[in-house]
């Protein structure tokens, strides 16, 4: 109730209280006869009725828009609208847990992040990053995937209402920087394969996903299975991420034989070449790193952060808690074998886990 309606409805109670209140009578005696009893008053005509305030259709505070849904409202069109951007959808159905709202429902549209680390009281947010390799008409070996499978993994993705999120979002989520969608996943492809643009290029564009395509830069324009250089840049302008994946794809891991002087030279060549070529082609360094073959040890660690990675990549088949080391952060290899619901395993987005 307004402040105006609640001082209107004490007024009309006090006058009600006041017009049925008894009349007080003299014990004063006296010898004059009464005076006659002046004639009734009519009754007072009724107060007028006070007119119900109607609530405003938007409330807004410096962490939330409430508005009243219109028929057929959903997430996107109430993000388009109060966040100006359709793709904010997530933050109201991650808040609301709908996606679709009825005509005078209240909505809460949340005007900044909420919980940055995913965590809650029955678990915790992980991301799950996907490695793929090559794609082809058929499958062929474990790593090159029948582009009708990739593209069934795709729209699953889409018709289950995962989000998929660039490679610099996930970081800026362990950096605690960044809320994630609840259904985060993120997309990588190793190598440079060409066969990304004749296959994968056009399902994630239809989709609106992202992707991250870690290369190796000896294989770069290194023959017409390969991506070149202006590929890597024409893909790039397109939205797409291009990232480093050592020089030659070899072991970075220390070998036995290797003296001092021959592992930093060599460690030199396989990380630093990659920033130089980047630089170069790409006007950019890469600050992100995929490991070949996902092999990493400890004494690998210092290398990759003197060279100025500030994220790399293994292939542990294991969701990314917002703890995960930033050098460590795993990634799920999909192989063509896969059937949809083994694909479906990958797809881990919460830790249940009472933190009570």
């Known amino acids: 109730m307004s402040s105006r309606r609640a001082l209107l409805v004490a007024v009309l109670v006090t006058l009600l209280a006041g017009a049925c209140a008894p009349a007080t009578v003299s ?3 006296t010898a004059e006869p009464p005076a006659p009893k002046a004639a009734p008053r009519p009754p007072a005509a009724p107060a007028p009725a006070v007119a119900a305030e109607p609530l405003p259709d938007v409330f807004e505070s410096d962490d939330f828009v409430v508005v009243v849904a219109r028929g057929g409202e959903t997430a996107e069109s109430l993000a388009a609208r109060h966040l100006g951007d359709a ?12 996606r679709t709202f009825t005509a005078g429902q209240h909505v809460a549209v949340p005007k900044r992040p909420w919980n940055l680390t995913g965590v809650e009281a029955g678990g915790y947010q992980i991301v799950p990053v996907l490695c793929y390799h090559n794609l082809g008409v058929e499958s062929k070996g474990r790593l090159l995937l029948a582009a009708r499978q990739f593209e069934e993994q795709m729209r699953y993705l889409k018709a289950e209402g995962y989000r998929v999120v660039s490679l610099a979002d996930l970081v800026q989520w362990l950096h ?3 809320q994630l969608p609840r259904k985060a996943v993120v997309l990588t492809f190793d190598d440079g394969y060409k066969a990304f643009r004749e296959h994968a290029y056009p399902v994630l564009k239809e989709l609106g996903f992202s992707a991250t395509l870690f290369v190796y830069t000896d294989y770069v324009g290194a023959g ?4 070149s250089w202006d590929d890597l840049k024409t893909l790039a302008a397109e939205g797409f991420d291009i990232q480093a994946h050592s020089k030659t794809h070899g072991d970075l891991r220390r070998a036995a034989a290797e003296t001092d002087v021959q592992y930093a030279r060599r460690i030199d060549a396989e990380l630093g ?6 630089q170069r082609h790409l006007g950019r360094r890469s600050p992100f790193l995929a490991y070949p073959y996902g092999r990493v040890d400890d004494a690998l660690l210092p290398k990759v ?3 100025g990675y500030v994220a790399a990549f293994t292939v542990r088949r294991e969701s990314n808690g917002a703890f995960v080391p930033l050098l460590q952060v795993h990634r799920s290899q999909i192989y063509s074998e896969m059937t949809l619901a083994e694909f479906a395993k990958n797809l881990n987005v919460f ?6």
């Open 27 to 29: 014990q004063t005696p």
């Open 87 to 98: 793709g904010k959808a997530w933050m109201i159905e991650d808040f609301m847990g709908a």
């Open 176 to 178: 605690l920087r960044q």
């Open 224 to 227: 017409r299975n390969a991506l």
């Open 273 to 278: 070449e990659p920033l130089r070529l980047f």
């Open 305 to 307: 952060r003197e060279h």
């Open 351 to 356: 830790h249940d886990e009472d933190l009570r």
